[in-house]
């Protein structure tokens, strides 16, 4: 079916809830944290509530420092919060909570793709047949078949990242956390790789956080976006982006209404920075 952006306009709802459809797979209620510093207590998030559905792809924006990584961390086990709630809600016994996808690449440089793409699944130790099948299914899927062979040296940036998206899928999570997987890439490859993410995101349909500090990116991908304001990090705007998929990355750019919401979540960053708590 060709796309139809025009379908479903760019609508912004408060989505602090729930779509009534969907499960409920994060649940973040009055989080903060604080770090303890050499100055003594830095308050970097402070009060979030968040309820994410399952399959959903939420974008988080916001201004430097104000505490996305630090709620991407939590949310991955590697840090904690120090008041709150925050819970992952586990479907399957056995399947890993999370996989993260960084900025900077984190695959083994002495693995080939596959085998780098394979190491979460074996180190699970499932059925071979069972892993061949599934690190096959997305070394392809991310168009890196015939570099399945090839070492991390002899790969482009954009190819490495694609071997870290390729890894975290075949992990088969709960649940996607991505901290501005595209940044590091020029224009063109990171064109390319949103759209390879959203066509595998659309036959997995994993729920997705991805922090991003490109507008335009988290408008194209996401089904909401999450801006934070601060420091100490807090909520300022929680919205829907309804434009329907699949998306056309050249069509959506020429909608009015893309360019009116890119506006609308570039005031509201710019008043989570000025309203400071
Ligand atoms: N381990 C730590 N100890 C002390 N302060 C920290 C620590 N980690 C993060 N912070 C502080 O918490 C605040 C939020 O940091 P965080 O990296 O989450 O922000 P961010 O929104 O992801 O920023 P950016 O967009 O620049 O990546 C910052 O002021 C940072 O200095």
Redesign the pocket.
């Known amino acids: 079916m060709p796309p139809n952006p025009k379908k479903a306009l760019s609508i912004v709802e408060p989505a602090a809830t729930v779509d009534p459809g969907r499960s409920t797979v994060i649940r973040i209620a009055g989080l903060s944290k604080r ?1 303890l ?1 050499a100055r003594g207590e ?1 308050e ?1 998030l402070r009060g979030i509530d968040l309820a994410i559905g399952e399959g959903e792809f939420v974008c988080l924006l ?10 991407l ?1 939590i949310l991955a086990g590697l840090d904690r919060h120090t008041d709150g709630v925050a819970e992952i809600r586990a479907a399957q016994l056995g399947q890993p909570l999370t996989s993260v996808v960084f900025q900077e690449h984190s695959i083994f440089p002495w693995m080939t793709v596959w085998d780098n793409v394979a190491y979460g699944l074996r180190a699970r130790k499932l059925d071979k047949a069972f892993v061949r099948e599934r690190v096959d299914f997305f070394v392809h899927k991310v168009g890196l078949a015939s570099f399945a062979r090839a070492l991390p040296h002899q790969l482009s940036g954009g190819m490495k990242q694609r071997v870290s998206i390729a890894r975290a899928f075949a992990n088969d999570p709960e649940i996607l956390l991505m901290d ?1 997987p595209f940044s590091a890439l020029d224009e063109q490859n990171r064109a390319i790789l949103q759209e390879e993410l959203l066509r595998i995101w659309s036959d997995t349909r994993k729920t997705v956080v991805f ?1 991003t ?1 490109s507008i335009d990116e988290a408008v194209f991908l996401a089904d909401r976006v999450v801006v ?1 304001g601060g ?1 100490p ?1 807090h909520v300022v705007m929680d919205a829907r982006v309804t434009f329907a998929r699949p998306r056309n990355a050249y069509e959506l750019r020429a909608l009015p209404e893309f360019g009116a919401l890119v506006a609308d979540f570039g005031a509201h960053i710019k008043a989570g920075v000025n309203g400071r708590r």
Do not use: M, N, V
């Open positions: 770090f510093t830095f970097a916001g201004a430097s420092g104000c505490g996305k990584t630090t709620l961390r501005e922090i500090h934070l420091p990090g």
